[in-house]
């Protein structure tokens, strides 16, 4: 059974920083892309970034470039997100799941698996 | 970026009642789209793929259809589990924009 568990999340002041986690197990780590998708409260689905296997690629969502780093250690089969200078609008479930890709001419991505997520909370 | 646009934004109906969801994209992204159910507390849950390939273990009363920049989710026959949020998203690109949302009230 695929299980991803985040944790992390909590309440931070603006400006702060947080270490996202997810441990990851049921399926072989190294071998997927990963990914955050965040959502704030009462608001809809934002993937936040994206990292290939060996680490080697990442992207992210320009509302976060700069300021968050994904990051990923095979070896413990876990996913990271280290984010530096929080905002209020930062404020969200943050969701670490996993990527497949579908198609010949072109990869498409779908996140088949999700962790239930941790709240972050950026507020003075 | 492409923006993903969805409606109804909100869609009342009845157990047994046939649903159609609408997604549109701003530009052509031939079938390159998702659906994902999300139920309040939980995280989403992958339905559709290449906008109409279920996937595994979702029930077939979900079908989903359309190319180019109009989709839609269709559940034919409501069942108590299925009033949630439902997603439309972008696949093949960063960002992987989502659609605004479309919940689905009794």
């Known amino acids: 059974e695929v299980q991803l568990v985040e944790s992390g999340g909590g309440l931070v002041q603006p400006g702060g920083s947080l270490r996202l986690s997810c441990p990851a197990s049921?399926?072989?780590?190294?071998?997927?892309?990963m990914s955050w998708v965040r959502q704030a409260p009462g608001k809809g689905l934002e993937w936040v970034a994206n990292i290939k296997q060996d680490g080697s690629e990442k992207y992210y969502v320009d509302s976060v470039k700069g300021r968050f780093t994904i990051s990923r250690d095979n070896a413990k089969n876990s996913l990271y997100l280290q984010m530096n200078s929080l905002r209020a609008e930062d404020t969200a479930v943050y969701y670490c799941?996993?990527?497949?890709?579908?198609?010949?001419?072109?990869?498409?991505?779908?996140?088949?698996?999700w962790g239930q997520g941790t709240l972050v909370t950026v507020s003075s | 970026d492409i923006q993903m646009t969805q409606s109804p934004s909100s869609l009342s109906a009845s157990v047994g009642d046939r649903v159609t969801i609408t997604c549109r994209a701003s530009?052509?992204?031939?079938?390159?789209l998702s659906w994902y159910q999300q139920k309040p507390g939980k995280a989403p849950k992958l339905l559709i793929y290449a906008a109409s390939s279920l996937q595994s273990g979702v029930p077939s009363r979900f079908s989903g259809s359309g190319s180019g920049t109009d989709f839609t989710l269709t559940i034919s026959s409501l069942q108590p589990e299925d009033f949630a949020t439902y997603y439309c998203q972008l696949s093949y690109s960063v960002p992987y924009s989502f659609g605004q949302g479309t919940k689905l009230e009794i």
């Open positions: 049921g399926f072989t780590f190294s071998s997927y892309w």
């Open positions: 799941a996993r990527v497949s890709f579908w198609g010949v001419v072109v990869s498409a991505a779908i996140f088949d698996y």
């Open positions: 530009q052509s992204i031939s079938n390159y």
